[in-house]
């Protein structure tokens, strides 16, 4: 359906689907992902100087104390509070720059980098990084700023940051804006399409790019910092922006993003994941009071395509808008269509009672509550150390894995009945792993799933099965590979195969504790 963008008013609480184009004429001729332009630089192209957005722009600068840490603040603009949330993890506030000052015609915006990343302090504290720390970050910036309610705006992980403060300080939320947000679930969100419109000549390109950068850096002593942005920069300019964007960004602002959009402390990324990855919000928001409105690009590409659908049916009481010509930044790719409907939203905030809230609270607790009662709650908490895997062999029952289609839980489970060597269990886990592999139709997935099978009949002393199993692995003849880093092991499926059918597996010990 294509509504103008002055017939996209309808409730915030009630469900609604809504797909927007636009008719602006300076984004249409732009090149897109669609033309599939193949374009890669004949060596490294070095990044113009280019000053931070902020020294052009009426914002107010100040730090504030978190709690072991300060965080970098800026703000603009009155009006209802609307804090933005960066995405990553790792990004920063600096990609919201210029964009979001049209928005304070009608808010008071509050921009923030999150501990560990860009102009605030990398310090982790005592627990390190933690999406609850961020959480507690963001709700002291609260209290500091003198702040009762306000509007959330969460952008890619920020849209997962977002949500999860929303289920710890609801009455503190005015309303909820994701915006090609993380929805935080345990399911699988399709293949993504990240590289679908990228040429294997820039993809060649970026690959010789990055030795070579990893050369000069050796070489020159260069810090981590100069070489990503060295590398950001180089692989934006050979097409790697078709990753995320549907419009090719100029090239200043490829010089941007290399700068000053991806500033973080040594495996935040990582770090941030992992403790991301032990939350499911699947259900938390069936009762939700606070005005909800979702944001997607039609040719977002960070997941499969179902994702926005896997989002919506999670807020079924928010309004979803997709975006037709727009990927994952919607607020720069169409800022009329965006901001068209962020101000409907903070223009017409409707007040939630303290009745509502309390009774949002007790749905979050029996939410809350189930959520951390589950298997899959305790694969992701354990961990992938050898404590971890005791923890999970002593609860294992077989029943979990017909309840379970979501490979990297199911290869957890094999690893920790691997670890305490229970191999025939252990086997059972990986057999079902490569009936979900052929499911979902994965051969990368198949093709971890029997050479662990092989393994597993290895120690088991079947070496005949073993060798079917490598076997299979070689006539696939894939060139891709896994990687499992508390074995250090690290291999492509068919070469490493085929060296399995001359020397059998020996057993390697888990090296985290």
Known sequence: MTVSLRVCGALLISAAVVSLTTSDALTQE??????????????????????????????????????????????????????????????????FHPWFSRAAEFARIIYYDQRGTGLSDFEPGEAGYSVEQAVADLDAMRIAL???????????????????????????????????????LWVDLGHSRQRDYLSDLEAGRMRAAREEL????????????????????????????KRQHFYKPTPEQFAHIALYEWVNDANFNSIMNQSAQKVDLAGAFDNNPIPTLLLEGKWDLTWGDGKPTILSRNHPRARMVVIERAGHPVFSEHPDA???????????????????????????????????SSPRYLLRAAGVGTSGSQQI???????????MRWTPELLRIGFALYDTEQYEEALGAFVRVEEVGVMEGREDDQATALVWQGHLLDLLERRDEAIARYQRVVDMDLSGGARHDQYGLVYSYSPYAAERLQTPFDRIENAQP
């Open 146 to 184: 003198g702040i009762e309610k306000w509007v959330l705006l969460g952008y890619s992980y920020g849209g997962f940051l977002a949500q999860y403060y929303t289920t710890m300080h609801p009455e503190h939320v005015a309303g909820l804006v994701l915006v090609g947000a993380s929805p935080g």
């Open 30 to 95: 732009r090149e897109t992902v669609l033309d599939r332009v193949v374009h890669v630089e004949d060596g490294i192209r070095e990044i113009p100087e280019t000053p931070r957005l902020e020294s052009g722009l009426d914002v107010s600068e100040r730090r504030i104390d978190v709690g072991g840490a300060e965080l970098y603040v800026e703000e603009e603009g009155t009006g209802v509070p609307l804090v933005l949330i960066n995405g990553g993890p790792g990004g920063t506030h600096h990609y």
């Open 393 to 403: 062999a002593e609860a294992y029952s077989r029943d979990w894995l017909e309840a």
């Open 214 to 241: 990893r050369a000069r850096r050796a070489d020159e002593g260069w810090s981590r910092g100069e070489y990503l942005q060295l590398l950001i920069y180089n692989n934006f300019l050979n097409g790697d922006w």
């Open 338 to 372: 965006f901001f068209g409907e962020l101000e409907h939203l903070i223009r017409n905030v409707r007040p939630v009672t303290s009745s509502e809230i309390e009774a949002y609270r007790r749905h979050l607790g029996a939410w809350r509550a189930a959520w951390h």
